[in-house]
């Protein structure tokens, strides 16, 4: 029975994966085709990512109307908390493209791996083997030989760059303590905290793609194959942010930032096969090493769980030994008679 959980639990593991990186990478196709000169010129990235949540929200509501899922009660505060990190992040990770370029853009992303560690360390104790930690290195080297190119810092670029980081950072972190805390799933979760972002970018998002492109939304003359992608772009990014909160609330952030990393080599590889992007023996030798990364922090984590297991149970006995010997359990029996 408990080899068929096991391995019930893997599978749910792998299609939440698999999910997330088929709906990533084809968001990132469609999105280029929508939004690059040779395409449809759809430059308005922010408002975008407003549909994107619009589409989000209103698939939540039809799903709590008609009892597929539960509304739990999650504090406003907490959600309007996290709406601000994640919208901050959307606006920066903008802004960073806009004003740096791409090789220190592809730098600030890879820094969110070491920076989700020490935030997980500083804000939830948890602590790396040196498997583990050796594993992300590797992979950090491999994504940076792979795309990283022309690396050029300016001081507006560099803060955008560090706030992006930061608050992406805090958004993923973020998704995996609120459901822990309020023992809620993921898609409910998702559900409460996308119409607060729709609402917020749809409101927002014009402003600001007018000062990063110099563009009015009110301008743009919407043909029939652009309101196709647009579409289109919508219900991936639906498949995307479900995936997103899944893959968080069953892994970690850590191992969603490294695994993640299999979405750029996917990119560069259909880039290459659909839109006649180059490959060079760099990125091959980049994405070679990346994969190798990934696969020993996959080894690393999985021998670490008899550890934490054995600290568990470590754990559970002490608190055993402390309720025999201690008045903890005389409390639970009084509390039971006066219950009863």
Known sequence: MEAEKKHSSAVSNVGAWAMNVISSVGLIMANKQLMSPTGHAFAFATTLTGFHFCTTALIGLVSNATGYTT???VPLWELLWFSVVANTSITAMNLSLMLNSVGFYQISK???IPVVCFL???LNGKHY?????MAVVVVVIGVGVCTVTDVKINAHGFLCACVAVLSTSLQQISIGSL???YSIGSFELLSQTAPIQALSLLLLGPFVDYFLTGKLL???????????FIVLSCSLAVFCNISQYLCIGRFSAVSFQVLGHMKTVCVLILGWMLFDSELTLKNILGMSIAVNGMIIYSWAVEGDKPMQYR???TSDVKVLMKQVDGSSLL????LGKSQG
């Open 71 to 73: 509304k739990k009660n």
């Open 110 to 112: 890879l820094s969110m």
């Open 120 to 122: 997980e360390w500083l």
């Open 129 to 133: 083997s040196s498997k583990v930690k």
């Open 179 to 181: 459901q822990k805390k």
């Open 218 to 228: 009110a301008s743009y003359k919407i043909s029939s194959a652009a309101f196709f």
């Open 311 to 313: 600290k568990d149970a």
């Open 331 to 334: 409390k639970d029996v009084e």
